[in-house]
């Protein structure tokens, strides 16, 4: 049985190639002319392989990497092992992602289940009253609805369903078996499969004789560059939009009720979960399976730790974890004093019966 390669491997680029891509930078200029053929982590990268150190926990790996050369912050150069290229760089890991995707361009895109571009394949179904620009590829078993519009170059999977009137801008990536209703997407957005956007928010008007379903009337806005994993849904506003800002990047199983506001570059980590009608800022952090309630706002550039519970506004700037969630600082504190009480009592028995 032959051995699948999903990608093309690359053209062999220098170091100095890599220098002039990141920025970066080399101590020695026969060091520029080293030829690299691939890219690989520092255990089992080899000859002609470039790597990369980010975390000091690696230092073990790196001192016996194989590589031919590594991307390496300053304080760190005089620990690459002899025969490797020293690239010094700020931010070896954002140098290193620059460098995969000049070498391997085709990994930045979400390539649809059949790899090239085939038009309208046969047993897609596009209603007559849809609208598509000239290069839009739409899979085979897509369901395109009545009044749709999809902008050039982009790709609607396998199996996706797009709902009447929604708006899909171009370049974008609808993955396999996505459904889009009631929502609206910019340019260059890209959704990994499995995943349902503009379905019913949860609204129910709440009583002794029953729950009475609240009809939700909004839609959800996707603006440019957003990225979303596979498997997460984001309902449609009540009686408003839902809005996922511009630059912004969701994980895998995340869910994003309605009226929710999400702002620019906020990123979003696997199994977090937010409540209707709460507001993030800009360059928010949700860590994976935080938690946050409805009707807050979360200032801009707040980071949320993993699994924290908030149940109140968060300031601007602020870190917090924990559940309740509260800032870092007293959190630690609070641990700290447990650790002491813990220790002092360690030495007692008690008999609850």
């Known amino acids: 049985m032959s051995d699948p390669t999903f990608f093309s491997h690359p053209k062999p680029a220098t170091v100095a190639d890599v220098c002039s ?7 020695d200029d026969r060091a520029a002319y080293v030829v690299l ?3 690989g982590p520092l255990d089992t990268a080899g000859p002609g392989d470039l790597t990369f150190l980010d975390n000091r926990k690696y230092l073990d790996r790196l001192a016996t990497t ?15 092992p002899d025969g490797v290229v020293a690239i010094v760089t700020n931010d070896p890991y954002r140098a290193f992602a ?5 070498l ?5 895109k979400l390539e649809g289940a059949y790899g090239e571009g085939v038009g309208i394949a046969a047993g897609a179904h596009v209603h007559p009253a849809a609208k598509l620009e000239p290069g839009v590829t739409v899979e085979p078993g ?3 609805g009545a009044r749709a519009e999809i902008g050039t170059g982009s790709v609607i999977g396998a199996g996706a369903v797009i709902g009447h009137d929604v708006r899909i801008g171009r ?3 609808v993955a396999a078996s996505v459904t889009l209703i009631h929502c609206l997407l910019g340019n260059r957005v890209i959704i990994h499969s499995g995943t349902r956007i503009g379905q019913d928010g949860f609204g129910f008007a709440m009583g002794p004789k029953g729950h009475l379903k609240v009809p939700q009337i909004g839609r959800v806005v996707i603006q440019d560059d957003v990225e979303i994993g596979a498997n997460c849904t984001i309902d449609r506003g009540a009686n408003r939009d839902t809005v996922i800002g511009e630059g912004t990047k969701i994980d895998n199983l995340v869910q994003i009720a309605h009226n929710v506001v999400v702002g620019r570059h906020c990123v979003i980590v696997s199994h977090a979960g937010i409540s209707g009608s709460t507001e993030l800022g800009d360059f928010v952090v949700l860590a994976g399976q935080a938690g946050v309630t409805g009707h807050l706002k979360i200032g801009s550039g707040a980071q949320i730790g993993a699994q924290a ?3 109140e506004d968060v300031p601007a700037g602020a870190r917090i974890v924990g559940s309740p969630a509260k800032p870092v600082r007293e959190f630690a504190r609070e641990i700290a004093t447990l650790k002491k009480l813990a220790r002092r009592d360690g030495g007692s028995t008690h008999d609850d019966d």
């Open 171 to 173: 370049n974008c990536h």
């Open 37 to 39: 053929q691939g890219v």
């Open 21 to 27: 891509w990141t920025g970066a930078t080399v101590t």
């Open 98 to 102: 620059t460098v995969v995707g000049r």
């Open 66 to 80: 194989r590589a031919s050369a590594c991307l390496v912050h300053g304080r760190f150069a005089d620990k690459v």
């Open 309 to 311: 519970g908030v149940m």
């Open 104 to 108: 391997y361009p085709a990994a930045l």
């Open 142 to 144: 897509a369901v395109i």
